[in-house]
């Protein structure tokens, strides 16, 4: 933040008097790199109510003051921004995604990630060292990176992983924490496991193999995240210390031994992806950005799907029995699609969660889940990183997509053309 300097603009005030010149009629020049973002309806991200005439002032690249307009002390000189009639709230943080993997694609892959209103997205589990080393560049109009580098999984014979980078297929203990060694030393932000058996096609991970990758990873610093299926694979991984699930239960309803363990491990993290509820949706707002001929292949897809409505709804009562019962969910949407954040979260609302708890989800929550102390929320000392909406998420969650502009540390993100 800028500190003004009293003592200089002191004596620029007696110089001017000793010379007999006036200085009261003269304007006050223009404060640099600070502007005012004035009357919008402000969502903080903390699940607090909104502020419904806000002022929030930033500094290059940071929030400095918050309040209701006209509680706000905004720096004389600094520009000044209308936002009466929108709503303002932080960008989504995406802790489950997809990356490409040349380095060309995955640039403007952020860049539309950022034109859609993300700030941030994780890679799990399927990246070359070369993108993982793009993690912690600041890339202009673009998302903020992250990588689990390479998963580990047990063999799976015969599957394709293209055009991803395959992970590592293990038989024993050793290759497991061989396996973390490596990406440790890569410094990866954390371990990707898959303990999923892909409807019987394969053996899967056993707590014989994925027990010592977790204590291999935990005394590197590193925490692990989970793609599960299956509730009793929930449960063993529970009971061996993994920090996060990549996915929800998705065989049968939670039941009352899984609740008592989600109860023993507070610090643990759902990341639900719920994988789509099997039914058509509004495909409209992405006219304008997509290609009409992209457009017509998603209707193509568009239809009834009985058995994803089946699976959906095992889903959504999970997800809605952990968030009653104070687990923390954060966000993410799978696959390399960079608009999927905003149907991820009409999908949780779909769920049962109401518009202001799948908002903190998809900001505060996971940016909680990244380690990332400076973002996540509006507030004093975080990052200027904002969706200006041109109606309210709380009264219907689909106005996310309703993006009048996104800013990232500060600066509007150029939405002239998609990326």
């Known amino acids: 933040m800028r500190r003004l300097n009293l003592a200089s603009i002191a004596k620029v005030a007696t110089l001017f008097a000793v010379s007999g010149l006036a200085i009261t009629a003269c304007s006050p020049p223009p404060l640099e790199g600070v502007t005012a973002y004035e009357?919008?309806?402000?969502?903080?991200?903390?699940?607090?109510?909104?502020?419904?005439?806000?002022?929030?002032v930033v500094d290059g690249s940071e929030i400095i003051a918050v309040g209701p307009t006209g509680e706000v002390e905004v720096p004389e000189g600094a520009g000044r921004v209308s936002l009466a009639g929108k709503t303002v709230m932080p960008t989504i943080i995406n802790t489950h995604m997809h990356a490409y993997q040349s380095r060309e694609e995955f640039t403007q892959d952020l860049k539309r990630r950022a034109y859609f209103g993300e700030s941030a997205a994780m890679s799990l589990g399927l990246d070359s060292p070369e993108i993982v080393a793009?993690?912690?560049?600041?890339?202009?109009?673009?998302?903020h990176f992250f990588?689990?580098?390479?998963?580990?999984?047990?063999?799976?014979?015969?599957?394709?992983?293209?055009?991803?980078?395959?992970?590592?297929?293990?038989?024993?203990?050793?290759?497991?924490?061989?396996?973390?060694?490596?990406?440790?030393?890569?410094?990866?932000?954390?371990?990707?496991?898959?303990?999923?058996?892909?409807?019987?096609?394969?053996?899967?991970?056993?707590?014989?193999?994925?027990?010592?990758?977790?204590?291999?990873?935990?005394?590197?610093?590193?925490?692990?995240?989970?793609?599960?299926?299956?509730?009793?694979?929930?449960?063993?991984?529970?009971?061996?210390?993994?920090?996060?699930?990549?996915?929800?239960?998705?065989?049968t309803d939670a039941d009352d031994e899984v609740m008592e363990l989600f109860a023993q491990h507070p610090e643990f993290v759902l990341v639900?992806?719920?994988?789509?509820?099997?039914?058509?949706?509004?495909?409209?707002?992405?006219?304008?950005?997509?290609?009409?001929?992209?457009?017509?292949?998603?209707?193509?897809?568009n239809v009834e799907r009985p058995d994803a409505q089946a699976a959906f709804g095992i889903q959504a009562r999970n997800l809605v029995k952990m968030n009653d019962a104070g687990v923390s969910i954060a966000f993410g949407t799978d696959g390399s699609t960079p608009w999927a954040s905003h149907v991820e979260m009409e999908d949780m609302v779909a769920a049962g969660m109401t518009p202001m708890e799948v908002i903190v989800s998809a900001t505060q929550n996971s940016a909680a889940f990244l380690r990332m102390e400076n973002a996540g929320t509006l507030e004093v000392g975080k990052s200027a990183d904002f969706i200006v909406l041109d109606a309210n998420p709380l009264d219907n969650i689909t106005n996310t997509r309703m993006i009048s502009d996104v800013y990232l540390r500060g600066e509007a993100v150029d939405r002239a053309t998609y990326p």
């Open 147 to 251: 990588s689990a580098g390479l998963g580990i999984t047990a063999p799976e014979p015969g599957r394709s992983f293209a055009p991803y980078t395959p992970p590592y297929h293990i038989t024993t203990p050793e290759e497991g924490r061989t396996a973390v060694q490596e990406q440790a030393a890569l410094n990866v932000d954390i371990i990707k496991i898959w303990v999923d058996d892909r409807g019987g096609q394969y053996a899967k991970l056993t707590p014989e193999l994925y027990g010592p990758i977790i204590e291999e990873a935990n005394t590197h610093g590193l925490r692990v995240t989970a793609h599960i299926f299956a509730l009793e694979d929930a449960k063993g991984l529970l009971k061996a210390g993994v920090s996060s699930f990549a996915h929800s239960i998705r065989d």
């Open 134 to 143: 793009m993690r912690g560049e600041t890339i202009p109009g673009a998302a």
């Open 39 to 56: 009357g919008g309806r402000l969502i903080i991200g903390n699940g607090s109510a909104p502020i419904e005439n806000a002022t929030f």
């Open 272 to 301: 639900p992806n719920l994988g789509g509820r099997g039914a058509p949706t509004d495909l409209t707002w992405l006219r304008g950005s997509l290609p009409d001929d992209e457009i017509a292949k998603l209707e193509e897809g």
